[in-house]
């Protein structure tokens, strides 16, 4: 499965739709999933006056029964305010994040469109895209917030990504850390970059690579960065 070496082309592709946490920038720069949900539960401690180690069996049981939005899990079952927690993380430093001269350059080049499309809340991919310098770059992003809590891999907001930004899947390429929410995008027919330190091989995964620079160095690409030519 592997096409590291075999460059990507981007025949035909018009618009690109990344991820944004671990994908535009990465992996583990911001916040690691274990930190996230260590964050989480230490909210849900407080928000519910549990102790630590209860608050952190409350989120291993959720996330052990398959739930894919673990905050309305809490939710649901006790108290936690979706929107203090998002300040919670807003209010994280990212001073260490620096902007990414090879990543900026390619956004800033690339012709087509730019889409970001992110499980995270608004404030988060308004604020790390302000942050990184790749703000300027990104037509539209869809987001936790804006879609009312939905979250990817739910196949509908993918359909309704394409509808909002009146594009058709098969010009779109797909870039993401986490490869379930790849599943969708192929099925509708979306090519699907994965971006994950190690090469792990799935069905609706069309290629894989550690990281976007890497991505990038391995690119041939034939018109759309004419700024870039
Ligand atoms: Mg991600």
Excluded at 91 to 104: A, G, L, R, Y
Excluded at 168 to 181: A, G, L, Q, Y
Excluded at 213 to 224: A, D, H, M, R, S
Aim: aromatic share 12%.
């Amino acid at each position: 499965m592997t096409i590291l070496y075999n460059p990507h082309t981007l025949t035909g592709t018009e618009t690109l739709v990344f991820d944004l946490d671990d994908t535009l920038y990465p992996h583990g720069h911001f916040l690691s999933d274990e930190r996230f949900f260590e964050m989480l539960s230490e909210f849900g401690a407080k928000q519910n006056g549990l102790t630590l180690t209860e608050a952190h069996a409350l989120t291993a049981k959720f996330l052990s029964e398959g739930t894919k939005d673990c905050m309305k899990s809490w939710q649901e079952n006790h108290t936690f305010d979706i929107e203090a927690f998002a300040k919670h993380i807003d209010s994280q430093d990212i001073s260490h994040m620096q902007p990414n001269e090879q990543v900026k350059k390619f956004l800033n080049d690339w012709q087509g469109r730019i889409v970001v499309f992110t499980n995270a809340h608004t404030t988060h991919a308004e604020r790390l895209l302000e942050h990184l310098h790749l703000r300027e770059h990104v037509e539209h992003i869809c987001d936790y917030t804006t879609r009312g809590g939905r979250m990817k891999p739910e196949f509908g907001i993918y359909e309704e990504l394409m509808t909002r930004i009146n594009e058709v899947p098969t010009n779109c390429v797909m870039f993401e850390d986490k490869h379930k929410n790849l599943e969708p995008a192929k099925t509708l027919g979306m090519q699907t970059i994965y971006f994950w330190p190690e090469e792990e091989e799935y069905s609706y995964v069309d290629r894989w690579y550690p990281d976007m620079p890497t991505w990038i160095n391995n690119l041939k690409i034939t018109g759309k960065t004419e700024k870039a030519s």
